[in-house]
Nanobody, 124 residues
Framework: QVQLVESGGGLVQAGGSLRLSCTVS????????TGWFRQAPGKEREFVAG????????LYEDSVKGQFTISRDNVKNTVYLQMNSLKPEDTAVYFC?????????????????WGQGTQVTVSS
């Protein structure tokens, strides 16, 4: 069984930064693509960023390109999401998710394992 635990969320003022972490246990971490998604109140869950097995390829949703950076440490079994220049519209619950294999996909349905989420609130 794969387990994911997110951390690093919180309240930050607009323009500030946060780094989210997602620690994965239960399987060989390096065999899983990992992605970050977010869900704002009243909205559907949306893809934010994804990273392939060795960290050599990344995929970003257009609105966060140049603002967010995804990375992974396969020794620590952890994926990070560095979020800079945060805006109120970035407020959401952020989830990490994994899928077996090396295909970078943005569809939530392609990911079989999910964390519980961490709240990010950006005040104006």
């Amino acid at each position: 069984q794969v387990q994911l635990v997110e951390s690093g969320g919180g309240l930050v003022q607009a323009g500030g930064s946060l780094r989210l972490s997602c620690t994965v246990s239960g399987r060989i971490f390096s065999e899983y693509v990992t992605g970050w998604f977010r869900q704002a109140p009243g909205k559907e869950r949306e893809f934010v960023a994804g990273i392939n097995l060795d960290g050599g390829r990344t995929l970003y949703e257009d609105s966060v390109k140049g603002q967010f950076t995804i990375s992974r440490d396969n020794v620590k079994n952890t994926v990070y999401l560095q979020m800079n220049s945060l805006k109120p519209e970035d407020t959401a619950v952020y989830f990490c998710a994994t899928r077996f294999g090396d295909r970078l996909l943005s569809s939530a349905g392609a990911y079989g394992y999910w964390g519980q989420g961490t709240q990010v609130t950006v005040s104006s």
